[in-house]
């Protein structure tokens, strides 16, 4: 029988290319988005249902849901990969910003969590696929509530693994690097620059910029990160993590693999710390 993802998070990027990738496997996608693109469900009317879904909207998530099973009959599958990011430096954010970005990143997991587990609960079980990030487990500056809703997440998706599998509800998480043809680099700085950088923050401000911009690994191609998401949708074994990307591979070699000292020293050199420190000295 045809199986059916929900995907949140479609307009573009990441998000839009999955759809095409599932619906090009044969597989029944409801792309969600905040404001629908009808032409995404133009190029495969037989696969692919268009529905508006804003993940803050307890009610929005749970129309979406409907409307998927209404059409397809069942989901399958639950991919959560709307998420926004912010460059800034923490103690000029404002409270509302944090807010959004958590509304977002974090809430917003949750209420598609909470809706979808009792469908998939009643059909016997499914899959969980929440697309964190290499900041879900390591840390960089100038993203601290990016970092922050990340680690949220994957703390949120390692417990619900445990809670989940006595539903036969698997919980996987990928966690992509720096991704290269993605606008979502492009809006998170489009947010970012709503917020002014503090006069004795501005000299730190610019070096980690410029350490960002200099960044020291290859950028992921687009398509391995959905190719990844889609082993990750379809792995029946037991594992909780894919990480995908040169960047993000080695952070987690370091994290996982060496010593505190020696992940931080490394990390230092790594986001340009090192630099700064001779650098005002």
Not at 94 to 111: D, L, S
Not at 235 to 256: F, H, I, K, M
């Amino acid at each position: 029988m045809t199986k059916t993802v929900l995907i949140t998070g479609c307009s573009s990027g990441v998000g839009k290319s999955t759809a095409r990738f599932f619906a090009a496997q044969g597989w029944n996608v409801v792309a969600t988005m905040r404001s629908p693109q009808p032409e995404l469900a133009d190029e495969n009317p037989e696969r692919i249902l268009v529905m508006a879904l804003d993940v803050s909207d307890q009610a929005s998530v749970g129309a979406a849901i409907e409307a998927g099973i209404a059409r397809f009959g069942k989901i399958d599958v639950v991919i959560n990969n709307a998420g926004i990011t912010m460059v800034s430096i923490f103690e000029a954010t404002p409270r509302k910003a944090a807010r959004q970005i958590f509304e977002t990143n974090v809430f917003g997991v949750m209420n598609v969590i909470r809706e979808a587990t009792p469908h998939l609960r009643k059909q016997g079980g499914g899959t969980i696929v929440n697309v964190t990030s290499g900041v879900g487990f390591m840390a960089v500056p100038l993203l601290s509530l990016y970092v922050a809703s990340k680690h949220a997440v994957e703390g949120l998706s390692e417990s619900l693994s445990y809670e989940l599998e006595s539903q036969n509800i698997r919980i996987r998480m990928v966690e992509p690097g720096a991704i290269r043809s993605t606008n979502f680099a492009a809006s998170g700085m489009a947010l970012s620059q709503q917020i002014p950088v503090p006069e004795n923050y501005k000299a730190y401000f610019d070096h980690a910029l410029q350490s960002m911009i200099d960044y020291p690994f290859d950028s992921t191609e687009e398509q391995a990160v959905v190719e990844t998401i889609f082993q990750a949708a379809t792995d029946a074994s037991g594992r909780l993590r894919y990480v995908v990307g040169p960047d993000v591979e080695e952070y987690a070699r370091l994290r996982w693999s060496t010593s505190e000292d020696e992940y931080r020293a490394e990390m230092s050199r790594l986001t340009g710390q090192d630099a700064w420190r001779e650098r005002s000295v």
